[in-house]
């Protein structure tokens, strides 16, 4: 707790602010005043100091693109972390129906933007003085669901890469652990409605459950996002035009229409997690203990094979509908069914995506596919490391894992 604390106080001491005023006489920025509360508040939160440092700038560029359309009772704020020092802009319309950017905050050295503390407090700094009803945050970065990150140190299910050295490398020197993501935005002043993760294999079960509560959606995809991610510039709109997700994710999927690469996007509504762990759990006691000798092979997932030769190792990242539909008897079935469509409520996907990890293009099977991976132990000494990982996750214990014997 003193580090935490320690690390605050440092930040805040770094932390300074400059703004720019309009260069074209009588042009203003069009958006509530500063300390008024706005309808609804989106940080892009851009953890790039490592391989995807290139694309960040793409993005940036889309996302100034759409800006002007940002409604004057909303704020829209971008963080980046590239290969130059942080940098935090808001972006907003002017009155002559331009973009406009402005409160730009600056970092005056260096710092590891894959921290809880760092996001912290630019959260904090963003709400201080721009207080909001709603709060929408896109996560953007590397990121690889459940999975024990780099550094090595358990638990670490993490969303992001920074390497410490504003380079290309992925090197990592820090993370976001899921649940100190958790603690963070839950003691927030402004409700979370919808958190997307730009990031690979961010939605599975095991980290969908332990953000439960946190926020009201979770938009993330179960297998690999292309190093592009969101056409911001067709994607921004969206979150200030809906409430909702599923504008969101057709938006996100649409921009890989015809393209080799291809994405798969779903929604959760993070209230039906729990349902769904309740209703899993005598169904994994019954139909997965360790009794039970499960060959999954062809059971349709978002990483066929794993690759277990990585460092972390990945698993298969199984579709979790598939798996349950294949092994529950079909009335059961339905009634663990009725628990999923509470909690995944939509899917997007286009026709097939390319894994660069396997090396392969994935056809996303339609009639078994939910959009939300879920982990299956495994007695093979390739599944070692994994399976001892997987206990310590929330949902080893809610979903009935520890007694089924794993």
């Known amino acids: 707790m003193f580090v935490v604390r320690t690390i605050f106080l440092l930040l805040s001491i770094l932390l300074a602010s400059c703004s720019s005023e309009p260069v074209v006489s009588g042009v203003t920025p069009d958006v509530v005043e500063k300390g008024d509360t706005a309808r609804r508040t989106l940080l892009i939160y851009i953890m790039a100091e490592n391989s995807l440092n290139n694309f960040a700038a793409l993005d940036v560029e889309e996302i100034v693109e759409a800006a002007s359309g940002v409604p004057r009772d909303c704020r829209l704020f971008v963080y980046v972390d590239d290969n130059k020092h942080p940098l935090l802009t808001q972006y907003f319309r002017m009155t002559n129906g331009e973009a406009g950017n402005s409160n730009t905050v600056l970092f005056t050295t260096d710092v590891c933007s894959s921290d809880t503390a760092v996001l912290g407090s630019v959260l904090d700094y963003i709400l201080k003085d721009y207080p909001t009803e709603v709060l929408d945050i896109v996560m953007w970065s590397h990121g690889s669901g459940w999975l024990r990150g780099a550094l090595e140190s358990a638990p670490q ?29 839950k003691r927030l002043p402004a409700k979370v409605g919808r958190l997307m993760f730009d990031a690979c294999f961010m939605q599975c079960v095991e980290s969908c459950y332990a953000l439960r509560g946190v926020a009201e959606w979770i938009i993330a995809s179960p297998a690999e996002i292309p190093g592009y991610g969101a056409m911001y510039s067709e994607v921004l709109p969206c979150f200030f035009a809906y409430d909702g997700p599923e504008e969101i994710l057709t938006s996100y999927v649409n921009a890989y229409e015809g393209k080799a690469s291809g994405a798969v996007l779903s929604a959760v509504r ?24 499960r060959d999954y ?18 698993p298969s990242f199984f579709d979790m509908n598939a798996i349950m539909q294949r092994y529950l008897t079909e009335e059961k079935y339905v009634h663990w069914r009725e628990a999923l469509d509470q909690a995944v409520i939509h899917v997007e996907s286009s026709p097939r995506w390319y894994s660069d990890v396997c090396k392969q293009t994935i056809t996303y099977d339609t009639l078994k596919g939910c959009g939300m991976s879920i982990y299956m132990p495994q007695n093979h000494s390739r599944n070692e490391r994994l399976n001892a990982d997987f206990r310590t996750t929330e949902w080893y214990t809610a979903a009935g894992w520890r007694e089924a014997g794993w």
């Open 297 to 314: 092979s062809g059971v349709f997932s978002y990483l066929p094979g794993g690759k277990y030769n990585a460092s972390p190792p990945f």
């Open 157 to 185: 299910r993490s969303i992001g890469i920074d390497n410490g050295n504003n380079s290309y490398s992925d090197k990592t020197v820090g993370t976001i652990e899921i649940e100190e993501l958790a603690a963070l935005l």
């Open 270 to 293: 993070t209230e039906g997690m729990q349902r769904l762990a309740d209703v899993t759990y005598s169904y994994v006691i019954e139909y997965f203990n360790t009794a039970k000798k």
